[in-house]
Structure formats: structure tokens, C-alpha cells
């Protein structure tokens, strides 16, 4: 069955660096949009950060200037490299993969959103200061 693995969540510091993975298995991410999402303090899901097949990307205001997405489609991977992490940076992010992905869900992310194809299973990002 086709899905997403995520891989790369940890502990670090302040300031510190993370590097997460989602890699697609069973189908190719080629036309897909791929992104990650994380729950707010308002309990919605937002997406954080995303690569579209041309390799445009978008971040959310709060980590703009500090992470960075790439994509390679020959290894079907998406990555998202986290630096000057803070502590509002701790959090479950989900891979997501879909046409066009949206910008926020009313949801907690924990479930895929309806409309979203591929959906991950999680993975945990603690930033201590």
C-alpha cells in the first residue's frame, strides 16, 4: 500500500539543528506537492513548509529564514533541514503529499485531512532551552 515515512525527529538544543526525511513508498512523489505539518497552540494542523514539483517552496511566517525543504524525486524523498530551532519548534510533524496541499486544517494533525492523499505517521521534534 502506498505511503509515507518520516524519519530524522530527535532532541536538540536551542539553536540547534534537525533534519527530517519523508520518503515516499509505493508510488512516485513526481506531481505531488510534499510538505510538513504541525499542530498549533490553537489546535489547528498548519502546514510549516512545502516543495511543489518545480521546486517551489513555501515556509510558514514563524520558520521562514530558519528551515529549509528540498526534494530529490530519483530517491522519492522530500527533506526538511531545521536549524536555529527554538522551543516553539517542538512538536509532531506529519509528511503530507497531495496535488495541491492547504494551508491549515481545522483538525488536530494526528488524522490525514480528508482531502489529502498521503499522510504520515508522525514524527516527534523536541527543542529544549
Known amino acids: 500500500e502506498p505511503h509515507l515515512v518520516e524519519s530524522g525527529g530527535g532532541s536538540a538544543q536551542a539553536g540547534g539543528s534537525l533534519r527530517l526525511s519523508c520518503t515516499a513508498s509505493?508510488?512516485?512523489?513526481?506531481?505531488?506537492?510534499v510538505g510538513w505539518y504541525r499542530q498549533t497552540p490553537g489546535n489547528e494542523c498548519e502546514l510549516v513548509s512545502e516543495?511543489?514539483?518545480?521546486?517551489?517552496?513555501y515556509y510558514s511566517g514563524p520558520v521562514k529564514g530558519r528551515f529549509t525543504i528540498s526534494r530529490d524525486n530519483a530517491q522519492n524523498t522530500v527533506y526538511l533541514q531545521m536549524d536555529s530551532l527554538k522551543a516553539e519548534d517542538t512538536a509532531v510533524y506529519y509528511c503530507?503529499?497531495?496535488?495541491?496541499?492547504?494551508?491549515?486544517?481545522?483538525?488536530?494533525?494526528?488524522?490525514?485531512?480528508?482531502?489529502?492523499?498521503?499522510w504520515g505517521q508522525g514524527t516527534l521534534v523536541t527543542v529544549s532551552s
Open positions: 509505493g508510488f512516485s512523489i513526481d506531481g505531488y506537492e
Open positions: 516543495i511543489n514539483s518545480g521546486g517551489i517552496s
Open positions: 503530507a503529499a497531495d496535488p495541491v496541499l492547504g494551508p491549515k486544517y481545522d483538525q488536530t494533525c494526528k488524522y490525514a485531512p480528508r482531502s489529502i492523499d498521503f
